[in-house]
Nanobody
Framework: QVQLVESGGGLVQAGGSLRLSCAASGGTFSSYAMGWFRQAPGREREVVATISRSSGIKYYADSVKCRFTNSRDNAKNTVYLQMNSLKPEDTAVYYC????????????????WGQGTQVTVSS
């Protein structure tokens, strides 16, 4: 099992940027596909972005395409989510998650989760 710790959330004005980091420990990071998910109050958890083990396959939800960039550094056991042009509707708790082998958009397939980091975008 890999342990995940997110950081980088906070309060930002609309149009601003934040960079989330997710540090992994306790496992072979390069064996895990990684996903970023978010959950706003009263809403279901939704996929934001995913990245394969070697970064060769990336997925972005339509709502964040061209604004968010997902990357990973396997040497540092860390995955990043650069969020630009933030909107109030991006406000949510953001989670990183890991699963062995192939990447997936389905949060139910991920069995390793971080504690989440709050992102609040003011208008």
């Amino acid at each position: 099992q890999v342990q995940l710790v997110e950081s980088g959330g906070g309060l930002v004005q609309a149009g601003g940027s934040l960079r989330l980091s997710c540090a992994a420990s306790g496992g072979t990071f390069s064996s895990y596909a990684m996903g970023w998910f978010r959950q706003a109050p009263g809403r279901e958890r939704e996929v934001v972005a995913t990245i394969s083990r070697s970064s060769g396959i990336k997925y972005y939800a339509d709502s964040v395409k061209c604004r968010f960039t997902n990357s990973r550094d396997n040497a540092k056991n860390t995955v990043y989510l650069q969020m630009n042009s933030l909107k109030p509707e991006d406000t949510a708790v953001y989670y990183c998650a890991a699963k062995i082998a192939s990447v997936s958009k389905n949060h139910g397939e991920y069995n390793n989760w971080g504690q989440g980091t709050q992102v609040t975008v003011s208008s």
